[in-house]
Nanobody
Framework: QVQLVESGGGLVQSGDSLQLSCAVSGRAFLWYTMGWFRQAPGKERDFVAGISWSSSNKYYASSVEGRFTISRDTAKNTVYLQMNSLKPEDSAVYYC??????????????????WGQGTQVTISS
């Protein structure tokens, strides 16, 4: 069983930065693609960023490209999401996910098997 625990959310002002962390239990971390998704009230869960098991491939939603950076530390079994130049529209609950998605599903929630509980990110204007 894979367990994911997110941390690092909070309330910040527009233009500020935050770094989210996702601690993953188990050796399976080495083989999973990791993703970050977010869900605002009344909206669907949207893809934010993903990183392959080898860290050779990273991909982003167009809305965060150039502002957010995903990375993973295999020694610490942790994946990070560095978020810069935050905007009020970035406010949401952010979820970490693990799985083995295909190229066609890597940007969709259905491509991931394991999920964290989420961490709230709120950006004030």
């Amino acid at each position: 069983q894979v367990q994911l625990v997110e941390s690092g959310g909070g309330l910040v002002q527009s233009g500020d930065s935050l770094q989210l962390s996702c601690a993953v239990s188990g050796r399976a971390f080495l083989w999973y693609t990791m993703g970050w998704f977010r869900q605002a009230p009344g909206k669907e869960r949207d893809f934010v960023a993903g990183i392959s098991w080898s860290s050779s491939n990273k991909y982003y939603a167009s809305s965060v490209e150039g502002r957010f950076t995903i990375s993973r530390d295999t020694a610490k079994n942790t994946v990070y999401l560095q978020m810069n130049s935050l905007k009020p529209e970035d406010s949401a609950v952010y979820y970490c996910a693990a799985g083995v998605p295909s190229d066609n599903t890597r940007a969709y929630a259905r491509g991931y098997n394991f999920w964290g509980q989420g961490t709230q990110v709120t950006i004030s204007s």
